[in-house]
């Protein structure tokens, strides 16, 4: 079995509205709660942190589905991240993932192939099971 160790260093001065840093191998960025929570909103956040983890663990596990598959497309992706608030309680709701498809080819086959592909790419990702059960994530597919 292998196992994969990945770390990280966050140094944070005091207080909620602080201004933190973030330190990783291939990261180095500033912290802080977002403006929308009243927060100073400088540098990234956690909301933004999870959907970039669930995003760019999507478009890989997607993009090596496709190389696997000997599908020809360039991808592109937005996704977006649904917080709730009630009572003062935060909790990450829902990830909407927009995937565009660009076929290079057209045929019904490979259509088809790819549609499938971008769904099951959501259930094998490492972060969508990790948020399985908390975070209702849904692939919404444009081909072109």
């Known amino acids: 079995m292998t196992k994969h160790t990945f770390t990280l260093q966050i140094d944070w001065p005091q207080g909620r509205n602080s201004v933190g840093s973030l330190s990783a191998e291939r990261l180095q960025t500033q912290i802080s709660i977002p403006p929308e929570m009243d927060g100073p909103g400088i540098g990234t956040n956690p909301d933004e942190m999870l959907l970039g983890a669930a995003a760019t663990c999507y478009i890989i596990t997607l993009a090596a589905m496709y190389e696997r598959g000997q599908i020809d497309a360039e991808l592109a992706l937005k996704s977006e991240g649904i917080v709730d608030v009630t009572n003062g309680v935060f909790t990450y709701q829902e ?19 790819a549609e499938r592909y971008a769904f099951k790419a959501e259930e094998t990702c490492m972060i969508s099971k990790a948020l399985k059960g908390n975070v209702d994530i849904q692939v919404h597919i444009t081909m072109n």
Request: aromatic share 6%; proline share 0%.
């Open 95 to 113: 990830i909407h993932h927009y995937v565009t498809i660009t076929l290079n080819d057209q045929s019904e086959r490979a259509q088809k192939l």
